[in-house]
């Protein structure tokens, strides 16, 4: 660990000195320093910071989304292909092992639903940024686990009187498998549950900690190993592991930047048709 940086130098300092690294005064100087870089600031922030890195030769891991318009998405895309550095965009769910197995694991598919609730979490921010924030993970991962383009069917998005996010609701269809995708701002409850119906077995996981699985054999339940930390169930761990191997073994990451911009084309279709039907 080289050291970190932030425009808050003050709480910048309490961190560095909770784990004993050095701080940097300038993004520039800790960019000369290093060979890898993970970016965790304001969206609006992205693009400017991670051309200066890749401009500088570093690989980059960033949150999710990669940037806050598909344009900007798409000149660093191409800037970290002609730099030949990788660009990671962090979907932590994609490693969160519960997901894995059921990506893995189960086929013929025919309905996956995934909903991600909120107790009470209306604004304060407009419904795009909640939508390209929060939502982004429910379609990124149901569009991963369905292996295939998917085609938005129709949706309706609720905003409230201040234009802020109340209830999302959507339907897709990829290949012969219907996906079904919905977030409420103010639920009463802080949930995620997945539910796969496949041939011959039902699927249900709940908060990436919960396995509920029925077919004609019989009931099972599964619950994660007493080891494993909350990083580690919600793919945390394995996304940051994955990208320090990837630049190890000079081999390219599993979400890249364009591979991380599916989900993202997929919101900004959503939010351009709100509560129209899509041909």
Not at 131 to 155: E, P
Not at 182 to 208: C, F, P, W
Request: glycine share 4%; charged share 20%.
């Amino acid at each position: 660990m080289v050291g970190a940086f932030s425009p808050n130098q003050s709480k910048a300092k309490l961190v560095c000195d909770s784990y004993r690294m050095p701080l940097f005064s300038s993004i520039n100087a800790l960019a000369h320093q290093c060979d890898a870089i993970f970016v965790h600031s304001a969206t609006k922030s992205h693009f400017e910071v991670i051309k200066l890195l890749l401009e500088a030769d570093v690989h980059v891991y960033v949150d999710k989304p990669l940037t806050e318009l598909i344009e900007q998405s798409e000149q660093l895309i191409q800037l970290a292909a002609r730099r030949q550095k990788m660009l990671m965009v962090g979907f932590n769910r994609r490693f969160s092992p519960f997901y894995l197995a059921i990506k893995q694991d189960i086929k013929n598919i025919a309905s996956i639903r995934m909903d991600k609730h909120r107790m009470d979490s209306v604004g304060p921010n407009d419904f795009r940024f909640t939508l390209l924030d929060d939502y982004l993970h429910v379609i990124d991962t149901i569009m991963w686990i369905a292996q295939s383009n998917a085609k938005l069917i129709s949706g309706s998005i609720h905003k409230t009187n201040t234009d802020e996010l109340f209830y999302a609701e959507h339907h897709m269809q990829a290949g012969q498998c219907w996906l079904t995708t919905s977030m409420h701002r103010k639920a009463g409850s802080q949930q995620e549950q997945l539910v796969v119906i496949a041939e011959d077995s039902i699927y249900q996981i709940t908060n990436m900690n919960h396995w509920w699985s029925e077919n004609a054999v019989g009931i099972s339940e599964k619950k994660p190993a007493n080891w494993d930390s909350i990083l580690v169930q919600r793919g945390f761990d394995g996304a940051i592991r994955h990208f320090i191997d990837s630049v190890s073994n000079q081999t390219q990451p599993l979400i890249s930047g364009e591979e991380g911009l599916k989900a993202q084309r997929m919101v900004e279709k959503m939010i351009s048709t709100m509560n129209k039907v899509s041909g």
